[in-house]
C-alpha cells in the first residue's frame, strides 16, 4: 500500500498543479523576485532563481516579463517589497501542514492562512512544529509512454539520487543541489518531464480516506487559492485516485 499511496499522492499534486494555472504567473513573478533577493540575479549562479525562470519560460512567460521580475529582486527597480514565509499547522486527522508563501504583508497572509486552518478543522501551529517531519528534495516526474531505460541511464549518470518506477510514473529524485543540474542533464536527452520541481517530501504519512480525505482536500485546496500562496504540502496518504478530489 505504501508504494501505492506514493503514485497517488503525485497524481494528486500534478492535479493540484493543473488546477491552478490560471495563478501560475503571479506565482511565477514572485518566486524569481523572492530567488534574486535571496541568492542573488544571476542564473548561471543562482540554481533556485534558474529553476523559476524555466519554470516560467515552460510556462509562455516572456523574457521582458522574467526581467523585470529579477531586477525588483535584485534591487534594481521599485516594486512591492515581496517577503518569504512559510507556515506550519495540522489539518484533519492530525495531517501535517506546510504553506509557503510570497506576500508583502505579513498581516494579511497569517490571517488567511488561519482563516483556511480553522474553517476546515485545523489549526496553526508554530515554527518548527511540522517542517521535522519532511525532507526537501527535488523530483522529476515522467508519465509513461518515455523509454524508462534512457530516464534511469540519464538521471543516474548525472548524479541522481534515486529512480523509481510504477503505475505508468517513473519519479526521478535529487538533492536540492543536484536538481538542476539532473533535470538539463535529462533534457538534453530528448525527454520532457511532466512535472519538476523541489518540494517537502513527507518522512511520515498518515493515511486518510473518504470524508476525512475530503476534508483535506479541501483544506489543500483553499489554501492554494489564497493569493499570497506559492505551494501546499502535506502528509496525508490519499488512497484514492487524483480525480476525486473534493470540489465546492
Not at 3 to 18: C, E, L, T, V, Y
Not at 77 to 96: F, K, L, S, T
Not at 100 to 110: L, P, Q, S, Y
Not at 216 to 223: G, N, P, R, S
Request: hydrophobic share 40%; proline share 2%.
Amino acid at each position: 500500500m505504501a508504494g501505492h499511496s506514493k503514485w497517488a499522492n503525485i497524481k494528486f499534486r500534478k492535479a493540484a498543479q493543473d488546477s491552478r494555472r490560471g495563478k501560475a504567473f503571479t506565482r511565477l513573478i514572485k518566486e524569481i523576485t523572492v530567488s534574486a533577493r535571496v541568492a542573488g540575479a544571476n542564473p548561471a549562479a543562482n540554481p533556485r532563481l534558474r529553476s523559476a525562470v524555466d519554470k516560467a519560460l515552460a510556462a509562455n512567460m516572456t523574457r521582458d516579463a522574467i526581467n523585470r521580475a529579477i531586477s525588483r529582486g535584485a534591487g534594481l527597480q521599485d516594486g512591492d517589497d515581496i517577503m518569504e514565509i512559510r507556515y506550519e499547522g495540522y489539518g484533519p486527522n492530525g495531517v501535517a501542514v506546510l504553506v509557503e508563501c510570497a506576500t508583502d504583508n505579513r498581516n494579511r497572509t497569517v490571517s488567511e492562512v488561519r482563516h483556511a486552518f480553522s474553517k476546515h478543522g485545523g489549526n496553526l501551529g508554530t515554527d518548527g512544529s511540522v517542517s521535522y517531519l519532511f525532507d526537501r528534495i527535488g523530483t522529476i516526474v515522467f508519465s509513461s509512454g518515455q523509454d524508462e531505460d534512457q530516464i534511469l541511464e540519464a538521471a543516474l549518470e548525472a548524479g541522481a539520487s534515486d529512480v523509481e518506477s510504477g503505475e505508468g510514473m517513473v519519479e526521478v529524485t535529487t538533492s536540492p543541489e543536484d536538481f538542476h543540474r539532473v533535470h538539463q542533464a535529462i533534457q538534453e536527452t530528448g525527454l520532457e518531464a511532466d512535472m519538476c520541481e523541489l518540494i517537502h517530501r513527507p518522512l511520515v504519512e498518515v493515511g486518510v480516506a473518504g470524508e476525512a480525505a475530503q476534508k483535506v482536500m479541501k483544506l489543500i485546496e483553499e489554501l492554494e487559492d489564497l493569493d499570497d500562496v506559492q505551494d501546499v504540502f502535506s502528509n496525508a496518504s490519499f488512497d484514492g485516485p487524483a480525480d476525486a478530489r473534493a470540489r465546492d
